[in-house]
């Protein structure tokens, strides 16, 4: 290429680099690939729960002979176990790395961890039919990997908060994290028509072209802090310095190794990571058994299962942006920030638990158990105003170590909590067998909430600053900008 074809180059970057400046703010465009960053990470994860149920054969024990169906695709005669086994696995992979995720963004940066683990988690979502057809054992070792790279955006995502976004708007952005509600809503949805029409193997491609598509973008337009993003503008830049620094205590620093037995030993960051604990249990059950739920005991086809098992993650998503927004303004408005975590943890903890137990006690007609199942998770939006965005308010410089240790034990829960429901309904999936499940679910979720409000804090831990000799510290409340 000569020197005019480089010029011209030059010349159509800087263009785009100025059109870009003045359409949208760096912060904002954060804010949409967060959103849908979460959104692809669930869609690479889900695709799998509703694929399966036109993937297996029922009530057939060889795990080795294949048929075709319908749509002229390959099914697998997968027991029931082998089945709750390769949804659970993704799991261990997820528990196993989530907290190095955790590290590795607070040392590398959350540009670069968050990026590579959806391309690559894109790259084997589209090989995953033909790993299928190889063998079992090479579909479940992907799904294993598929755990441990998905598992590292989520972490990042407080880091990216307390590097992007001023203390006391940080419930609106940890919003985002739900997004991943919104990959679910579309993805369910979406796959189920494309089974019925395109077969089953259609799932993967789409969505693991999605991931790639969005991969490129994040790697263009993301960077770890407004200080090396080549775009942002000065007025920008300038304005968001500004906000952190009036909200943030003066005068401390980071201390140059991770204080770790201050962090074991601290209370707060062990109520985080019960609360979270007892969610992922509640969570990642509902979210892999879900479609199987509604197949099994509501009894409805497939193309409508995909479409009933969206509207739940709707209603999440939408309380997650009101429940984060009413924290922010009440935080603003003089109310302490661990009164308002512990508000909303009645909302996100109790009244879901409550929810739980009358859909296993109750044997409700279809429309009212499709109303339940949607208001539980619709409550369970707001933990974007409690356990989500707590590791920012008590330790911001360790923000995601935090997040991701409560995700590996949430993780370990989840998937035990996998295994629990397919050994409680190996003998038949029916309203008796599901009953002992959310009973169980919902004792889990109540004490989780209930250790919150017992252990729970709002405020900066000492250990999050370096102290220098003769230095006195203490644990401080944010306060609102000024006026």
């Given at each position: 290429m000569g020197q005019q074809g480089k010029y011209y180059i030059i010349m159509f970057k800087h263009y785009l680099n100025l059109k870009f400046e003045g359409f949208l703010s760096c912060t904002t465009v954060l804010y949409l690939m967060i959103i849908t960053g979460c959104g692809v990470n669930y869609m690479l994860r889900m695709n799998l729960v509703i694929a399966i149920i036109d993937m297996t054969k029922p009530n057939n024990f060889n795990s080795t002979k294949l048929t075709t169906n319908s749509t002229n695709s390959v099914s697998f005669n997968w027991t029931i176990l082998q089945k709750t086994?390769?949804?659970?696995?993704?799991?261990?992979?997820?528990?196993?790395?989530?907290?190095?995720?955790?590290?590795?963004?607070?040392?590398?940066?959350?540009?670069?961890?968050?990026?590579?683990?959806?391309?690559?988690g894109s790259l084997i979502t589209l090989l995953f039919p033909l790993i299928c057809k190889v063998h079992y054992n090479f579909a479940l070792a992907s799904r294993f990997l598929m755990g441990i790279l998905l598992s590292a955006p989520f972490p990042c995502i407080p880091l990216l908060a307390v590097n992007w976004i001023p203390p006391l708007d940080r419930s609106k952005f940890t919003s985002n994290f739900m997004a991943q509600s919104l990959g679910s809503a579309i993805t369910l949805p979406i796959c189920g028509y494309f089974i019925v029409y395109l077969g089953w193997e259609s799932v993967f491609y789409l969505s693991g072209a999605v991931g790639l598509f969005w991969s490129s973008i994040w790697f263009y337009t993301i960077y770890d802090t407004p200080?090396?993003?080549?775009?942002?503008?000065?007025?920008?830049?300038?304005?968001?310095?500004?906000?952190?620094?009036?909200?943030?205590?003066?005068?401390?620093?980071?201390?140059?190794?991770?204080p770790w037995r201050s962090m074991l030993t601290s209370v707060p960051v062990w109520a985080v990571i019960v609360t979270q604990t007892g969610n992922s249990?509640?969570?990642?059950?509902?979210?892999?058994?879900?479609?199987?739920?509604?197949?099994?005991?509501?009894?409805?086809?497939?193309?409508?299962?995909?479409?009933?098992?969206?509207?739940?993650?709707?209603?999440?998503?939408?309380?997650?942006?009101?429940?984060?927004?009413?924290?922010?303004?009440?935080?603003?408005?003089?109310i302490s920030t661990t009164m308002t975590r512990k508000i909303f943890i009645v909302v996100s903890f109790f009244i879901p638990s409550i929810?739980?137990?009358?859909?296993?006690?109750?044997k409700l007609s279809y429309p009212y158990a499709v109303t339940v199942l949607i208001l539980i998770h619709s409550f369970k939006g707001c933990n974007t105003a409690n356990f989500l965005v707590n590791s920012t308010d008590i330790a911001p410089?360790?923000?995601?170590?935090?997040?991701?240790?409560?995700?590996?034990?949430?993780?370990?829960?989840?998937?035990?909590?996998n295994i629990m429901v397919g050994w409680l309904t190996k003998e038949g999936s029916n309203f008796e067998s599901w009953k002992m499940v959310f009973i169980i679910i919902s004792s889990v979720n109540f004490l989780a909430g209930l250790f919150f409000i017992l252990f729970g804090s709002g405020n900066i831990q000492k250990w999050n600053y370096e102290i220098s000799k003769g230095e006195v510290t203490k644990e401080v409340e944010l306060k609102p900008l000024k006026s």
């Amino acid at each position: 290429m000569g020197q005019q074809g480089k010029y011209y180059i030059i010349m159509f970057k800087h263009y785009l680099n100025l059109k870009f400046e003045g359409f949208l703010s760096c912060t904002t465009v954060l804010y949409l690939m967060i959103i849908t960053g979460c959104g692809v990470n669930y869609m690479l994860r889900m695709n799998l729960v509703i694929a399966i149920i036109d993937m297996t054969k029922p009530n057939n024990f060889n795990s080795t002979k294949l048929t075709t169906n319908s749509t002229n695709s390959v099914s697998f005669n997968w027991t029931i176990l082998q089945k709750t086994e390769i949804l659970s696995i993704f799991l261990w992979g997820y528990t196993l790395t989530v907290f190095i995720g955790g590290r590795l963004a607070e040392t590398y940066g959350a540009r670069w961890v968050t990026g590579i683990a959806i391309s690559i988690g894109s790259l084997i979502t589209l090989l995953f039919p033909l790993i299928c057809k190889v063998h079992y054992n090479f579909a479940l070792a992907s799904r294993f990997l598929m755990g441990i790279l998905l598992s590292a955006p989520f972490p990042c995502i407080p880091l990216l908060a307390v590097n992007w976004i001023p203390p006391l708007d940080r419930s609106k952005f940890t919003s985002n994290f739900m997004a991943q509600s919104l990959g679910s809503a579309i993805t369910l949805p979406i796959c189920g028509y494309f089974i019925v029409y395109l077969g089953w193997e259609s799932v993967f491609y789409l969505s693991g072209a999605v991931g790639l598509f969005w991969s490129s973008i994040w790697f263009y337009t993301i960077y770890d802090t407004p200080y090396v993003h080549p775009r942002i503008s000065f007025n920008e830049k300038s304005q968001l310095l500004k906000d952190m620094k009036e909200q943030t205590v003066n005068n401390q620093r980071k201390p140059s190794k991770v204080p770790w037995r201050s962090m074991l030993t601290s209370v707060p960051v062990w109520a985080v990571i019960v609360t979270q604990t007892g969610n992922s249990f509640y969570h990642l059950i509902y979210v892999t058994q879900l479609p199987t739920y509604i197949n099994d005991v509501l009894g409805f086809k497939i193309s409508d299962n995909g479409l009933i098992s969206s509207l739940p993650y709707i209603g999440n998503y939408i309380f997650a942006c009101i429940g984060s927004y009413l924290a922010d303004c009440i935080r603003k408005n003089g109310i302490s920030t661990t009164m308002t975590r512990k508000i909303f943890i009645v909302v996100s903890f109790f009244i879901p638990s409550i929810l739980l137990i009358i859909l296993g006690l109750q044997k409700l007609s279809y429309p009212y158990a499709v109303t339940v199942l949607i208001l539980i998770h619709s409550f369970k939006g707001c933990n974007t105003a409690n356990f989500l965005v707590n590791s920012t308010d008590i330790a911001p410089n360790y923000a995601a170590t935090i997040f991701g240790a409560g995700l590996t034990f949430g993780s370990l829960a989840g998937y035990f909590g996998n295994i629990m429901v397919g050994w409680l309904t190996k003998e038949g999936s029916n309203f008796e067998s599901w009953k002992m499940v959310f009973i169980i679910i919902s004792s889990v979720n109540f004490l989780a909430g209930l250790f919150f409000i017992l252990f729970g804090s709002g405020n900066i831990q000492k250990w999050n600053y370096e102290i220098s000799k003769g230095e006195v510290t203490k644990e401080v409340e944010l306060k609102p900008l000024k006026s």
